[in-house]
């Protein structure tokens, strides 16, 4: 008599796990792994997700929806049968796990098609259109039978080996429209794709999926996600007011598709025919997809990525003590030769790579290494010096403030109409000593606070002085970054000269875990004539020193005017008091009023940075600002913090200091060291005893700051 064995995907017979070779390993889940298995009698290949039954009884005491999501999953899976969805054939138990026997996809996660030499950089357009017709046919499918995914992300999409379609997988987050007797909570998903609906915990409808998708489409093209923190808590925030940057190499209808999708608003984000019939999808036809074939290139293009590999090795052959110098390099003629789009798309790669901030590179797509050398703030950050590379302190570091030369200052005090055009080697002379100190200590950063030259932006002798100020401050080792805050005598029409010449009139950075902020305070001063960019100065302001308060170690922020008394403190001597309140009372026009000094000091009080640095002062000094208590959870007496002030006198004469902040794991100490006395005087902080005359003389004094760990 002759056995007949039917086929494990077509009988309706439970099968036991004694029926199966177990193989390698395939994957792992929060609980639960995948395995190869191999059925005995018919040779079928599946993929087999084992969930030990013991381990769900653990986890449920801080999981209380881990059952309602393994049965979710089976509920799901039974009622979807798709090809880009994963089929479930059967599920069975045993006394000790649980099992799902699932199609068997060779081929890997979405996530790792995004990936080169180990970096995440996308994929191109041709390919991320065709994957993308993929999940949006499955989501099309899905949502016609009321479910709705919550977890759509590359690492839950496997692409067949087979026919290079896309399988979409782990449905345990799922939502049943029709059936609510599993669904488990709102907050649900993985925090880069959640919408904001759902970051708000609020009833989510297909629109959630579709915002994932629109989050989907940005890391296929860009390599990253639109709103990565860092952090859980920096990403909600960047969901919930929907901010991100879309690269500049991307096509017209990619970055009008990824716009729609990730509308804040739910009810205006697309439906699924609106999406199929989107531009980006041209020449798609979705009816017939499943038989189209993959595209044979995924990646950029190679020359680009050759490029890309050459400018690696140049910088590792580069001379870290000479100045940047390309005029001979045969690899900046190529780059010199990009159209801007191409140009964008190299430094994304780079910026993916970890590559765009090292300083013989950044500096290269500019005009001169000089220009290029004061760009590095750029879309409210500053490149290299992100959350995501910058979060943790690993080493003691210093970094270096100064105020600006202002180049032309001496020479307007000579001349008859007071402009300051015909000279400005005293100043140049000043400031290279101390760009020879600064290079003599090999900071992580140095800080400029304005003015960085005496000429307005209508003098036609501005530009001269802009260029002597670049090639003046390149004189820094390249090694260190340069910081621009935009000083005092700022007019309204200089912001976007300031962002010509140095980048991003406000921005924030993080170094070692500090976090740095970089305010144009001149904005405030003139917000009559600038309100639109005012507020949002404020509200970025706002939001950057609350997550600050929660994601940093320290903070610093850095404004060319202050917002509190420039004599606050026993430093200074009764008379120089009086001489520097007279000078507050008597301000200037480009000068804060009272209350608007008042508002932006409640919102610096509030979240009280370590150091609050500015040039607006006549003499360089540290001062205690503000004292806040932190309770101790431990009982003992409460955490004293001091907010200081460091003024940075400006403008910058023989008698001026550098100031130098030296960061360690338990605090920062900062140090004033003057030109012409390079000796520092090192004392107790705030000593009321300090002589007269080394306080008309701004001699070095030494101030430490402590934070608790």
Same mark, same amino acid.
């Given at each position: ?11 309706? !017979? ?19 792994? *995948? ?39 089976? !509920?799901?899976?039974?009622?979807? $049968? ?8 059967? &599920? ?20 790792? %098609? ?47 080996? &087979?026919?290079?379609? *896309? ?19 709102? /907050? ?10 759902? #970051?708000?915990?609020?009833?989510? &409808? ?23 923190? =860092?952090?859980?808590?920096?990403? /909600? ?6 901010? %991100? ?23 205006? $984000?697309?439906?699924? +025919? ?53 005029? +001979? ?30 300083? =013989? ?20 950050? /500053? ?103 935009? =000083?005092?005598?700022?007019?309204? !029409? ?11 009139? %406000? ?24 309100? !639109? ?19 940093? $170690? ?22 120089? #008091? ?24 409640? *919102? ?12 607006? =002062? ?68 705030? #000593? ?12 070095? *004094? ?8």
């Amino acid at each position: 008599m002759r056995l007949v064995c039917f086929a494990v995907k077509e009988t309706t !017979e439970k099968p036991n796990i004694k029926d199966f070779k177990l193989g390698c390993q395939l994957g792992e889940g929060n609980f639960s792994r *995948i395995m190869l298995a191999t059925h005995n009698a018919t040779n079928e290949v599946f993929a087999l997700k084992v969930i030990e039954k013991q381990r769900i009884k653990r986890l449920r005491v801080r999981h209380g929806n881990i059952f309602n999501e393994i049965n979710m999953e089976k !509920e799901v899976l039974n009622k979807l $049968r798709h090809p880009n969805i994963v089929r479930l054939y059967h &599920t069975f138990q045993d006394n000790e796990n649980l099992y799902f026997l699932l199609e068997y996809i060779e081929g890997g996660e979405l996530l790792n %098609y995004l990936v080169h030499e180990g970096k995440q950089i996308g994929i191109n357009e041709d390919a991320a259109r065709f994957y993308l017709a993929d999940i949006v046919n499955a989501l099309e499918f899905m949502h016609a039978n009321q479910i709705i995914h919550r977890d759509v992300k590359p690492e839950n999409m496997v692409v067949c080996a &087979t026919d290079g379609h *896309i399988r979409l997988i782990d449905f345990g987050t799922a939502k049943d429209l029709a059936d609510a007797t599993l669904n488990g909570p709102n /907050f649900v998903g993985t925090p880069e794709y959640m919408s904001p609906e759902t #970051v708000d915990n609020k009833d989510v &409808t297909y629109a959630a999926d579709i915002w994932a998708l629109g989050c989907l489409a940005y890391q296929l093209l860009c390599g990253e996600t639109p709103f990565g923190g =860092g952090s859980a808590y920096l990403t /909600f925030l960047k969901v919930k007011e929907a901010e %991100y940057n879309l690269p500049e190499f991307l096509s017209d209808s990619a970055k009008n598709l990824i716009d729609k999708l990730l509308q804040r608003d739910p009810s205006l $984000r697309p439906s699924i +025919s609106d999406i199929k019939a989107h531009p980006f999808f041209l020449g798609i036809d979705f009816v017939s997809h499943l038989t189209a074939q993959p595209p044979v290139n995924l990646s950029h293009d190679p020359a680009l990525l050759d490029l890309i590999r050459e400018l690696g090795q140049a910088e590792k052959l580069r001379s870290p003590i000479e100045p940047l110098d390309f005029t +001979s390099d045969a690899v900046q003629p190529q780059i010199m030769k990009l159209d801007a789009k191409t140009k964008c798309m190299v430094m994304h790669l780079l910026q993916r790579k970890q590559l765009l901030h090292l300083p =013989g590179i950044y500096p290269r797509f500019f005009d001169t290494p000089n220009a290029g050398r004061c760009m590095y703030a750029v879309n409210k950050g /500053f490149i290299g010096y992100t959350h995501e590379m910058q979060n943790q302190w690993n080493e003691n570091f210093e970094f270096i403030v100064m105020s600006g030369p202002c180049l032309g200052r001496k020479a307007a005090e000579k001349e008859a109409d007071g402009r300051g055009g015909s000279s400005w080697s005293d100043e140049e002379q000043l400031f290279s000593r101390a760009i020879s100190i600064i290079n003599s200590r090999k900071p992580a950063f140095v800080v400029i606070c304005g003015n960085f030259v005496r000429a307005k932006c209508e003098e036609h002798f501005r530009e001269a002085q802009l260029c002597s100020f670049k090639e003046l401050i390149n004189k820094v080792n390249c090694e260190i970054k340069l910081v621009f805050v935009p =000083g005092c005598e700022s007019i309204p !029409e200089s912001s976007n000269d300031h962002n010509a010449n140095f980048g991003d009139d %406000y921005f924030s950075f993080w170094y070692g875990g500090i976090k740095g902020i970089v305010i144009n305070s001149s904005t405030i001063a003139h917000e009559g004539q600038l309100q !639109e960019k005012a507020k949002a100065q404020e509200d970025w302001l706002v939001k950057e020193l609350d997550n600050a308060k929660i994601c940093a $170690r320290e903070t610093v922020v850095f404004s060319a005017h202050t917002f509190h008394s420039a004599v606050q403190g026993p430093e200074l001597p009764p008379h120089l #008091v009086a001489k520097t309140n007279q000078a507050e009372a008597s301000s200037e026009d480009g000068d804060l009023s009272v209350s608007q000094k008042k508002r932006y000091a409640d *919102i610096i009080n509030r979240y009280p940075p370590r150091l609050f640095v500015t040039q607006q =002062g006549n003499s360089d000094r540290v001062t205690t600002i503000l004292t806040s208590t932190n309770p101790n959870s431990s009982g003992e007496e409460d955490e004293v913090k001091k907010t200081e002030q460091v003024v940075c006198s400006s403008p910058f004469t023989p008698i001026s200091c550098l100031h130098v902040a030296s960061v360690t794991q338990t605090g920062i100490s900062v140090t004033q060291i003057k030109l012409d006395d390079a000796a520092t005087i090192s004392t107790k902080a705030h #000593v009321p005893e300090i002589a007269e005359e080394n306080a008309l003389k701004s001699d070095s *004094i030494r101030v430490e700051v402590t934070t608790s760990e």
